[in-house]
């Protein structure tokens, strides 16, 4: 019973706090992701369900890509970046998504002012990026 309770009492406290602002050292090269999912209804195929939100991480890599889980933006009706801090959003649009390796490329949309998104240091890769 005492651990349960331990046990709620720290997941409780660990959502209760937001992500590190992007300038702090311990969220380089992270970047929040909400996205409108609608699926195709299982019983009527030829209908949607509800339009749920679905939210999680992804990193940045140069160029102002976004590389997360295809999971995370399958079905997407929209997609949005947000700081980590929460104080800035922006649209988004799909690159590139290989649903067998279960990843997604994504950018700021096209006409979006994403100039926060330049600002967050992007994680090193060994070499460009390249789709394909």
Not at 18 to 37: C, D, H, M, V, Y
Not at 60 to 73: K, W
Not at 91 to 120: F, H, Q, S
Request: glycine share 6%.
């Amino acid at each position: 019973m005492n651990s349960r309770i331990f046990l709620l009492t720290v997941a409780v406290l660990a959502t209760s706090f937001p992500l590190q602002a992007a300038s702090e050292p311990g969220a380089r090269g992270l970047i929040r992701i909400n996205s409108t999912i609608q699926q195709f209804s299982p019983a009527q195929p030829w209908e949607r369900t509800t339009p749920r939100r679905r939210r999680g991480l992804g990193a940045v890599l140069p160029d102002q890509r976004v590389l997360t889980t295809a999971e995370m933006i399958a079905d997407a009706k929209y997609i949005e970046l947000e700081s980590a801090d929460g104080t800035r959003t922006t649209p988004a649009k799909l690159l590139a998504i290989d649903y067998e390796a279960n990843l997604a490329l994504i950018t700021p949309a096209d006409g979006a002012k994403p100039g926060w998104v330049a600002d967050i240091e992007p994680l090193q890769t060994n070499g460009p990026v390249k789709i394909g």
